[in-house]
């Protein structure tokens, strides 16, 4: 499956055109936006509907930007799945998520965000390919590193353990973005702002 993920866009509606054009020119079968769709909640309009105007697949998890509600809003305004706390398989391939975020005034306990991520999974356990969606990056990993202020996520860390799934998306850090790094058995992806291709 060709997956195009990003993050951050944080309300840009030129910014969420450009991916829509590039996920229609690369023949992407899903989009996966990784949170911060907004910027304080504003910034709604143009940042779903050019890649359900390209006929994509989208699924997507709020940020420290927006709460669950504006991301419900927009999930059911376009006909899109919100992953916060859920699960999807296409194919072969199990998504679920949450958005781990730790920061802000949208912010969600570790203790939640781990039930969230534990309930999202046990619905794809026995698929052959896992890939897990978080806003935030795990506590320790290499993404902390790059930020004063932006910690990573201890249930975040403790899903990886548990559940052990093959990729993790995130964004939340800017100055990341582009980094990969193995995480135990993960590949943990900062997609960015620009977005990133993966075959899957």
Not at 60 to 66: A, K, R, S, Y
Not at 92 to 98: K, M, V
């Amino acid at each position: 499956m060709k997956i195009l993920a990003a993050g951050d866009i944080h309300g840009d509606s030129r910014l969420a055109k450009k991916l829509a054009d590039r996920a229609e020119k690369e023949h992407v079968e899903l989009v996966i936006l990784c949170g911060d769709l907004t910027q304080g909640e504003k910034s709604t309009e143009g940042i779903v509907g050019p890649f359900v105007k390209k006929h994509k697949r989208v699924l997507l998890i709020p940020g420290n930007h927006e709460s669950v509600a504006t991301v419900d809003f927009l999930a059911e305004w376009y006909g899109v799945k919100n992953l916060h706390g859920y699960s999807v398989k296409y194919k072969d391939i199990g998504f679920f998520g949450a958005s781990a975020t730790n920061i802000g005034i949208h912010q969600v306990s570790e203790d939640e965000t781990f039930k969230l991520l534990k309930q999202g999974f046990d619905h794809i356990k026995d698929v052959k390919t896992k890939i897990m969606i978080t806003h935030t990056h795990p506590r320790g990993s290499k993404m902390e590193k790059l930020s004063s202020f932006v910690f990573g996520s201890d249930a975040v860390s403790k899903a990886l353990k548990k559940f052990k799934p093959d990729v993790l998306l995130c964004s939340h850090v800017h100055e990341a973005e582009g980094l990969e790094e193995k995480v135990g058995n993960t590949i943990v992806i900062n997609v960015g702002r620009e977005g990133k291709i993966l075959n899957i």
